[in-house]
């Protein structure tokens, strides 16, 4: 898929080359042109110069067939900008903003917006959110049998029961990411948007799982 992303630091740079290895298209924006030498040498994607919550410079970078969009430049302002123009201008469903301020973060979450606050998490998290598949594993038992993964859930889960996503793929939801807190779902516990699912399931399902989690639900 193609994502955008806004601010070409550790984070940014990181996440393109990220996103670039597992074969999706990327374009990433930045205000200064200096930034772009922290990608590397092969990357192919493209660099624009620009704020990135200006329309214009998101239609350059391909926002209109874009699947995705991160915010991580070092503003928590623009980032949050950048993202709600993502998601309600031009209808992103996989949005993600780096916010600093804790405070600011729950606020974000509200709005359905995930956020995310070292570098190296930061990349990871929000390579979770941006990528309907293919979820890195959070945990796998000793024998590699079963994995715990935070999986990509498509919007139309968004009330729907947690017991609906076990009927439907026969993994278990494990825990919900609610606002930055865990929660602990019963089996009539409702999902709402912005919350991370976090599923156990067997290995070899992952792909499946992982597949009909990212569609939509079919009535069970």
């Not at 609906?164 to 026969?170: L, N």
Request: aromatic fraction near 4%.
């Amino acid at each position: 898929m193609h994502v955008v992303i806004m601010g070409c630091g550790r984070v940014g740079s990181m996440l393109a080359r990220g996103l670039e290895r597992r074969g999706h298209t990327v374009a990433i924006i930045d205000q200064s042109v200096d930034a772009f030498r922290r990608l590397s040498p092969n990357f192919t994607g493209r660099t624009i110069v620009g704020m990135g919550f200006d329309r214009e410079v998101l239609i350059e970078a391909g926002i209109e067939d874009a699947e995705a969009f991160a915010a991580v430049s070092n503003g928590d302002n623009s980032n949050i900008l950048a993202a709600r123009v993502a998601r309600e201008t031009f209808g992103i469903g996989n949005v993600v903003a780096r916010i600093y301020d804790p405070g600011r973060a729950e606020v974000y979450q509200r709005l359905g917006i995930p956020t995310v606050g070292t570098v190296r998490w930061t990349v990871d998290q929000m390579m979770r959110r941006l990528l309907p598949e293919g979820s890195e594993p959070e945990w796998r038992d000793p024998s590699g049998t079963v994995r715990l993964a935070e999986v990509h859930v498509h919007a139309d889960w968004v009330g729907r029961v947690a017991l609906d996503i076990e009927k439907a793929t026969g993994a278990r939801v494990a825990f919900l990411t609610r606002l930055g807190e865990g929660i602990l779902p019963k089996a009539d516990t409702v999902i709402q948007e912005g919350d991370l699912v976090h599923v156990v399931m067997l290995e070899r399902d992952a792909a499946t799982v992982e597949s009909q989690l990212g569609t939509k639900p079919e009535e069970l």
